[in-house]
């Protein structure tokens, strides 16, 4: 089975894809929606969103395919990501790229297969939106207008996550250099990031502050004031503020009471949550 060539600019590409922080981040709904439009539209049983790593091919979302990613040398969006247009494979049995491939002659038994690369703004392709049936089939005119379409959907999603990654690197640098004590929550209320005022503050280093909740920073008698406060918040339709004084817990076990403004900013539909805190 002879494998897909690389482009020329594989390396630089793989060096982009790996610095968007797409790789290995958890399923979301706004991809799986444009997979699961796309096996309704064309009738198909697999619809995927992938991203052509050095040796992996990982997907970003999968309608009616199981695993988390396949060997780079068996992909199919491999040979996608090197042509402008949409790659369609009418019956992979039949051609010599593929008859022997084995998501051909096993598991998922591909024979059609019709991916169009997604890019960058700088046109830096990452991966496809590709469509897979059981059965060979061929790609009408209006069918590939439809496809053009969703892929330019899924090219704006992930266009979206470029840009609210530098927005929230921004972001970072500011808090990093404030006097006050900085968190970054997600909105299920789990610290994304603390910067060194914060650490020093709770006695806890920055990287294992990562991933903690509301429960483990703090006491019993401020978590419910503070989680209502977050629901209200993150209920506006605009960005939006709160203030309070609470009780924080440090990393010895005492109390610690600290002025505490939560800001939530709204940011291309995504939200951020801050909290900035001070001794009291």
């Not at 482009?7 to 981040?25: C, F, H, K, M």
């Not at 799986?32 to 619809?47: D, H, S, Y």
């Not at 169009?116 to 990452?126: F, H, I, M, N, S």
């Not at 703090?218 to 960005?239: H, M, N, P, T, Y």
Request: aromatic share 6%.
């Amino acid at each position: 089975m002879p494998e897909a060539l690389h482009p020329d600019n594989d390396a630089q590409r793989v060096e982009v894809l790996r610095s968007l922080g797409i790789l290995d981040t958890p399923q979301e709904q706004r991809f799986n929606r444009i997979t699961r439009t796309a096996a309704r539209l064309f009738g198909v049983p697999i619809a995927l969103i992938t991203m052509v790593d050095d040796t992996r091919q990982w997907f970003k979302s999968r309608y009616g395919f199981f695993v988390e990613e396949t060997p780079r040398s068996i992909s199919f969006c491999t040979h996608a990501i090197l042509a402008d247009g949409i790659l369609v494979i009418e019956d992979a049995h039949k051609d010599e790229r593929f008859c022997h491939n084995p998501m051909v002659t096993g598991a998922p038994h591909i024979r059609f297969y019709a991916g169009r690369p997604l890019a960058t703004p700088a046109g830096v392709k990452l991966g496809t939106l590709c469509l897979i049936d059981q059965e060979p089939r061929t790609l009408s005119d209006p069918d590939r207008l439809t496809l053009e379409d969703l892929a330019g959907w899924a090219e704006r999603e992930i266009n979206l996550s470029i840009e609210l990654a530098r927005m929230h690197a921004r972001l970072v640098s500011v808090l990093d250099n404030i006097v006050e004590g900085a968190l970054l929550f997600s909105t299920d209320g789990r610290i994304q990031w603390a910067n060194g005022r914060a650490s020093q503050l709770l006695g806890i280093a920055a990287p294992d502050l990562a991933g903690r909740s509301l429960e483990s920073i703090f006491v019993r008698e401020s978590l419910d004031r503070v989680s209502k406060a977050i629901d209200a918040l993150l209920g506006a339709s605009e960005c939006s503020t709160g203030r309070m004084e609470v009780q924080m817990r440090h990393s010895n076990g005492r109390s610690l009471p600290v002025k505490s403004v939560l800001v939530v900013a709204i940011v291309g539909g995504e939200r951020f949550i801050t909290a900035l805190i001070d001794p009291v």
